[in-house]
């Protein structure tokens, strides 16, 4: 997989039909494999550097066409991956895509792995490790809010941070190791606890966006709760704006958990449409579907617990209720554009706030936005241009290095030896270079980008 000698080929874009699909060919051999299967209309080779050529993608055995295309040709180093990429736009069905992968493969390239492309930036300094992994967060972004963060990240926001965080204590790290080594040379005392303290604040702000970076990239897990025809699927259905969940009159319905993400503000939120819960049902298949229900409470970081507002509350109500305290939770009561009943007594779920909407015509829809927003994030929904932590790895790694850091102020202010403040500053560096990539493993390396998608 850390092979950087070989060329390797892979369909950059998903399976089925469109407009245009891309191959993508990367190493020393592109450029020749592009000569034994690209009949340019200009007859020229070779291709011009980043200008795209039409022409006609033929079998390298016989000559026959497979396909018009435009082919680009990126020599390195200036190119996605570092090497010399060949990209072939062709016509976007499955069979085609594999004839020409398939001819590729046969004039030598090799199949790329998950992330392959990717890996080869990354090993040829194209990209440092958390850019790296900024890719499959923009091509995974579920809000334009997500998109934007990942594409800050991309851009460098978060490394530049680490960085110069990093290379403050590598350079205290540096310091302290030539005092060691050179004891006669009588090196100077610098006061180390400015460059550590400065590094120790920029970590801890960083540390201080994670929460919110991790909405923006992971969403909110929602349960939607209540007894069975109070309108969780009709609310669904409105957060969402379509018709995802199937609304009758009749009451259980809903059989089994359906989860869709909705954008809220910004923020991905995964609803979790369940099955109403009932103490008693002689179904089977309905028993099943409550006991999802609940695990599906159990399993969220918020909940919506739906009442009708057009009828007294019921047993099965308060049961619910008790389900839910003590998680964060929004009452939702709904069918307000019913005749309506009392509303719920203080005492039932306290301190939660309520809203009252009606999920058949919208109204109050909005308020519960505001207020989910709100609950979520305490009403900080933008993305800026500041670095922001939204990778659950980073996150680790950057507590990991605000301990450390912490432990070698309170060594050097307690006048402890030289030896043991490097420890921790030594630790503290390490961590950050596991985001960066400096201190990578092969493992860790292996682990991240496996989880990629073939092409990229």
Known sequence: MFSLDDTIAAIATPLGSGGIGIVKISGAEAHAIAEKIFRPKS????LKPRYLHYGKIVSPETGAPIDEALVAYMPAPHSYTGQDVLEIQAHGGTVVLQEILRAVLGLGA????????????????????????????????????????????LGGSLSNQISAARQKLVNVLAYIEATIDFVEEDIPLDDMLPPLTAALETLQSLAETAARGMIYRQGVRTAIVGTPNVGKSSLLNALLRGERAIVTDIPGTTRDTLEETANIGGIPLVLVDTAGIRAQTADAVEKIGIERSRAALAQADLALMVVDSSQPLSAGDWEIEKLVRGKPALLVLNKIDLPQAHPPPADFLPGVPRVSLSALTGEGLGTLEEILVEQITGGHVTVGDAAVVSNPRHRALIARAIEHTQSAIAAQSAGLSPDLVSVDVREAVDALGEITGETATEDLLETIFSKFCIGK
């Open 43 to 46: 007859g020229k080779f070779p």
């Open 110 to 153: 090799r199949a790329a792995e998950g992330g392959e492309m990717t890996l080869r930036a990354f090993l040829n300094g194209r990209l440092d490790l958390a850019q790296a992994e900024s890719v499959m967060d923009v091509v995974e972004a579920k809000t334009a809010a997500a998109l934007r963060l990942a594409a800050q990240q």
